[in-house]
């Protein structure tokens, strides 16, 4: 399979701990984003990278979360001292872009958090 | 990016065509029209997009009206497996970076 794979699939943890997540995109595409999507709702704009420089940020992105592409490769995700309103499916998705266009975004299967 | 408009909900016939709708009447002359799906527990899987013309792929059509204020995704032939909600965007298609801006989406649900 050669589709974008995030791990783990679900997480469980207690309020106040760190957690991390990983992205890993399809091995061509240069641009990597982060969502999040909570229960009933559309995804969520996080952040984006365009090979190891992270681009843009959403106002959803507080300084609990950190998001680090270092080689231009896999991504990962981290959310300090987590609260019960980070529980949500955060999902990864990555496209091929140039000068001119932007292939379309293939999404993983996203993680889906549960703070308690 | 321009706002979509799309029913909160739709029910087909196993068989029948699926006809989701999608108006987006901001639309700006270099958006395009893109549509994604996402079935439960899963990410959203891209399906088609276009600017002007109509375009047609293996998965659905999509058709555009000349003003380019809505637009309808076709499923000419819905199963089961087409139950998903379905996400009508619009967004510049360019080098720089253009992140999609979901809505609530159309709750497809394929009736057997």
């Known amino acids: 399979d050669t589709g974008v794979s995030q791990n783990p699939r679900h997480k469980i943890t207690k309020r106040g701990q760190n957690v991390t997540f990983r992205c890993d995109p399809i091995s061509e595409h240069n641009r990597l984003y982060w969502y999040r999507q909570t229960l009933g709702q559309g995804p969520e704009f996080l952040t984006y990278f365009q090979n190891e420089a992270q681009l843009e940020k959403s106002r959803l992105l507080s300084d609990r979360f950190s998001a680090e592409r270092p080689k231009g490769s896999f991504s990962t995700l981290e959310i300090q001292r987590t609260e019960q309103g980070d529980s949500a499916m955060y999902l990864c998705?990555?496209?091929?872009?140039?000068?001119?266009?932007?292939?379309?975004?293939?999404f993983g299967n996203g993680t889906r958090l549960t703070v308690t | 990016d321009a706002k979509t408009t799309q029913p909160p909900s739709m029910d087909c016939a196993e068989g029948r065509a699926a006809n989701l709708p999608c108006n987006h009447s901001t639309i700006s002359g270099n958006e395009y029209v893109y549509w994604y799906r996402q079935i439960h527990s899963q990410g959203p899987q891209y399906i088609i997009h276009?600017?002007?013309n109509n375009e047609t792929n293996e998965m659905a059509s999509l058709i555009i009206t000349e003003d380019r204020k809505s637009s309808t995704l076709i499923l000419p032939h819905a199963t089961l497996r087409d139950t998903a909600v379905y996400y009508c965007?619009?967004?510049?298609?360019?080098?720089?970076?253009?992140?999609?801006?979901f809505g609530s989406g159309t709750q497809l649900t394929v009736l057997p």
């Open positions: 998705a990555s496209s091929l872009g140039g000068l001119t266009a932007i292939s379309p975004l293939h």
């Open positions: 965007i619009v967004s510049q298609l360019s080098g720089s970076a253009r992140q999609l801006t």
């Open positions: 276009g600017l002007k």
